[in-house]
Each structure stands twice: as C-alpha cells, then as structure tokens.
C-alpha cells in the first residue's frame, strides 16, 4: 500500500488525472505485486523495481529503478507518450509503455487496482456525491471496474427493436426514418435512472444536440464496443467526458430530447473504439445477440 501511495503522488505531481494513478498501480501490480524487488525476471534478467524497468538508460540508473517515486514518475512520463493513451482500454495502454509480451497480462488486475486505489483516497467520496454526480472536470473512475453487466433502465420494457420500422409519429423523416439503428427501452409511468450498461470509458456527452438529444457515448474498456446512449433529460447528466465509469453508474434520467416520440432511452452499438459514432457516417451494430448474450433481454 505504501508503494501504491507513492504511484499515486507521482501522477499527482505531475498533474495527471486519477485514471492515470489507476493504471500505474495497476501496472504494478502486474509487474512486482507492487514490491519493489531487485531481480528480474526470464526475459528481463536486468528489470528491476515496482515496474521492472530494464537497464538499457531508458528508465534512469539502478537508483531510480529502485525508489518508487523516481521509477512511477518515469513510467507516467513513457505513459504520456503513448498516443491517446486516455482513450486507450487500460490494459492496452499500460502495454504500450510496457511493451509486454502479452498485450492483455495486466487486465485481470484492474479490479484489485482499482480497490487500492479506493482505499487510499485516490476514488474516495469526495470525488463521487451520493447521486453519482463527478464534480471534477472528467478524468474520474467512478465504481468498481469488474466487467459486469447490467439493465441500463431499471423496470424497463422493450419498445423498439433493431432493424426497419416505419418512422414513429411525431419525428421527423428523411432517409434515416425506416430503419432503427438502436434499441429502446421505456419505463412504464415515471421516469427511470440511466446508469451504464457495463463498464465504459465515456468520450463523448450530448447536451440537446441533434436527433438524439441529451445523452453518452462510451467506449468498453476492451475497446470491442462503442455505446451510445440518448434522449436523455435535459441537464440530468451526471458524468463528464474522459470519465471511466463501472456498470451500474448512474448517467442520467431518462427523457424525451432529440428527435423522438416519447420518453425512451435508445441505445446505438458501434464495433471498436469510436471517439464520436454517427450514424449513416459510422455502421451500427445489432445489440440484441449481445444483450442477450449478457442476460438483459
């Protein structure tokens, strides 16, 4: 925990966000257990430290392998220029600081990152209100990153499925009407809480833009989906863009902005990592094999 805590200040001294602490512990874990050890292991018999940094004058001499501070703060600075590496799926970004001969050794660590970093105040309650409100300005993790699944409207039924309809009442025409490119749920009598389907990193917010008004665009933290969420109420948002959020987060109310005829919540799924998904730009995907798949329909 004391190796952790120094991770953490290293990206608070260098002013990166709490996804950043997130991925350092978590590439700790996966290299040393977070013990800062002074042997290497097969194919790095010169690693050393939290994050088995070689000797090859890359990562500073043996001293600075060996002080947490020192050696967390040479791998946000490597972290820092990895292209993108806030949009990236975490375990992907951590393999390109790392270069890992597995791409995916650090992901079943997040979870127990994720529960240190908590611990030690890095995701405490003062980053979180009990609404679920991030008053920060985005960058925040917000719940326990497990990749679960759940209902996104609670109470909910099915209204529309994906694939041609003729356009509903009330909406506009054109040549998206006939065909729905999502799925759409609506809570019988009030209004139901939004929260996120499974855990997503969020990359676009929606206030009253367009057809689909108030709403979320999130990447899985796989990078395999990319999941819109719409027609949210007005000003009921609750997470900012740059937010990692676990299943179950609340992200709004549902609503009845954009382009609809009722109040709904409409879901777009997208295949890979899409920093902005529109639709006929981008193909859609049917998300009922998944839903069900994942137990919610």
Request: hydrophobic share 40%.
């Amino acid at each position: 925990m004391k190796n952790a805590a120094a991770i953490m200040k290293a990206a608070a001294d260098l002013k990166l966000p709490v996804a950043a602490q997130l991925i350092g512990v978590q590439a700790a874990i996966g290299e040393s257990t977070l013990r800062v050890i002074d042997f290497g292991d097969g194919a790095g018999p010169d690693s050393r430290g939290l994050f088995q940094q070689r000797a090859n004058g890359s990562w500073g001499s043996y001293e600075d392998r060996m002080d947490p501070h020192t050696s967390a703060t040479n791998f946000f600075k490597a972290l820092q220029n990895v292209q993108g590496w806030e949009t990236l799926e975490p375990t992907i970004a951590i393999h390109r600081t790392q270069r890992n001969a597995d791409p995916h050794h650090y992901t079943r660590f997040r979870e127990q990152a994720t529960q240190i970093v908590k611990a030690l105040g890095g995701e405490s309650a003062s980053l979180v209100d009990p609404s679920g409100v991030c008053p920060g300005e985005g960058n925040q993790v917000v719940g326990d990153i497990a990749g679960k699944w759940v209902k996104p409207l609670q109470k909910a039924v099915m209204t529309s499925g994906y694939g041609p309809r003729p356009a509903p009442p009330g909406t506009a025409g054109g040549v998206l009407a006939n065909f729905h490119y999502g799925i759409d749920f609506s809570t019988p009598g009030q209004a139901g809480a939004i929260v996120a389907i499974t855990d997503l990193k969020i990359v676009k917010i929606r206030n009253l833009e367009g057809q689909f008004g108030t709403g979320v665009t999130g990447q899985t933290l796989d990078g395999k989906l990319t999941i819109g969420m719409y027609h949210m109420e007005a000003g009921s948002l609750k997470v900012k863009e740059g937010d990692t959020v676990a299943a179950g987060t609340p992200l709004g109310t549902e609503g009845a902005t954009g382009n609809v005829f009722g109040r709904h919540l409409h879901m777009e799924f997208y295949a890979g990592a899409l920093p902005n998904p529109m639709i006929p730009v981008n193909a859609t995907i049917d998300p009922t094999p998944i839903l069900k798949e994942k137990g919610i329909l």
